[in-house]
């Protein structure tokens, strides 16, 4: 199976998912790196791997859909089959979506349908909930939506900062993405009714 990662920022997410198919840990193929954003370090990372990496700038096209239009035609190059985004900042089109019907992953930095947003952890953190954590899910239109294939906890300590309880998520984050990635590739997740099953 061959998957294109699609990030925005600073791509710690990708970087874990790179290092966990040197180490064998995700059997797929990650076959190219796309960003919104010429300077995201995702990009850095992928290039350091010796990984294709695209930029495609929105200020290119005239709205959402011609953009996501460019990006699959780019995506079609590299035979693509499924789909991971990884702080990827923007909101797919209905076209993308339809190009790839239940074969797009995302990360949230919190227990869906709690806190969604760009804003997750602060979120969390500010509400003083004493349980937070990460969840991995199917991409539909609605943000932050879609089958949730994994949810996995973590405890808001009273001595928590915001820095300590965004550490803490993110090393979850780098944890259980490559393993929900590996099972989605081995098609060990089936998704039906609206809900992802691990089988
Ligand atoms: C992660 O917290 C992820 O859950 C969210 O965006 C952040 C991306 O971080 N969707 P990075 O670019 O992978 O470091």
Redesign the pocket.
């Known amino acids: 199976m061959n998957f294109a990662v699609l ?1 925005s ?6 970087q874990a998912i790179i290092e966990a198919i040197k180490a064998g840990k995700i059997k797929a193929d990650l076959k190219v790196v796309v960003s919104d954003k010429k300077d995201a370090y ?1 990009l850095e990372h992928a290039r350091q791997a010796g990984i294709p990496d695209v930029f495609i700038s929105p200020k290119d096209f005239q709205d959402r859909e011609s953009f996501d239009r460019a990006v699959v035609e780019r995506l079609r190059e590299f035979n693509i089959d499924f789909v991971v985004l ?2 990827y900042m923007r909101l797919l089109s209905g076209y993308f979506i339809g190009q790839y019907p239940n074969k797009i992953l ?4 919190s227990l869906l349908p709690d806190f969604k947003g760009a804003h997750a952890i602060k979120d969390a953190f500010e509400h003083s909930v004493a349980v937070t954590g ?1 969840t991995v899910h199917i991409v539909v239109e609605e943000m932050d939506a879609g089958p949730i294939i994994k949810q996995e906890s973590l405890p808001i300590e009273p001595h928590d900062t915001l820095e300590s309880l965004e550490e803490k ?2 090393k979850l ?1 780098h944890r259980i993405y490559p393993e929900v990635i590996d099972l989605f590739a081995r098609g060990h997740v089936e998704i039906g009714n609206g809900k992802a099953i691990d089988l």
């Open positions: 990030a920022g600073r791509g710690s997410n990708l995702a990884a702080g995302n990360i949230h930095p990460v998520i993110h984050e």
